[in-house]
């Protein structure tokens, strides 16, 4: 592949191939497709210890922001019960800094999306060899 990209346009990529693939930098290259997020899935199980639960179910139109975090309202300690969702796990009451247990959710676990993702039905984009840990297989 690589050679003749690289004689057209000796700058640029070079010919290399990156995750964004053989476009050239300066070039708009068509959207990703959207991935697919398989429906009624359970939770894939972990791969690893402390890995954040992957997300089970669409998170369209989900809010998180400064002023509303929508995950809260099925997932905090007040309403998992009663909407039957799994409650945030005690160490997102922890502050980082002090070690200190909160009476709420702690400001570094409000960005959910930070650490949780939905089970996307996707390749990985590196070719891996990755094992699950032995405690989890
Ligand atoms: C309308 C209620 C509701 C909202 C809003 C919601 N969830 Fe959930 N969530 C659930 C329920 C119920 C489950 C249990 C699994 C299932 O049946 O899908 C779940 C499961 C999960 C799990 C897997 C937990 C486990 O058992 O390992 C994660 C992680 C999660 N949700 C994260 C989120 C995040 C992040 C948001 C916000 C972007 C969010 N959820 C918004 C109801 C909700
Ligand atoms: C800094 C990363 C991070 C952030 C931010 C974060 N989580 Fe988590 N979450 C984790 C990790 C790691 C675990 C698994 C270990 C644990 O329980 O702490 C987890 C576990 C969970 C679980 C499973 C609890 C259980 O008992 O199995 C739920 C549900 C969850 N998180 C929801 C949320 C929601 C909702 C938010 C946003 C309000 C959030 N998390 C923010 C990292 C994070």
């Not at 070079?14 to 476009?23: D, F, I, M, N, P």
């Not at 497709?33 to 690893?48: C, R």
């Not at 669409?58 to 509303?68: G, Q």
């Amino acid at each position: 592949m690589a050679a003749a990209a690289k004689l057209d346009n000796p700058g640029g990529i070079g010919g290399l191939e990156s995750l964004r693939g053989l476009a050239e930098i300066e070039a708009t290259r068509p959207a990703d497709l959207m991935k697919h997020y398989p429906k009624d899935q359970g939770v894939i199980d972990s791969d690893y210890v402390y890995q954040p639960p992957l997300i089970p179910h669409s998170i369209r139109h989900y809010e998180v922001s400064l002023n509303a975090n929508k995950c809260l309202a099925c997932h905090s300690w007040k309403n998992a019960k009663e909407m039957g969702a799994t409650k945030i796990s005690v160490t997102h009451y922890v502050s980082p800094q002090q070690g200190q247990v909160l009476s709420d959710v702690s400001p570094s676990r409000y960005f959910c999306l930070q650490c949780h993702v939905p089970q996307a039905d996707a390749k990985p984009l590196v070719e891996n060899d990755f094992k699950r840990v032995s405690a989890l297989r």
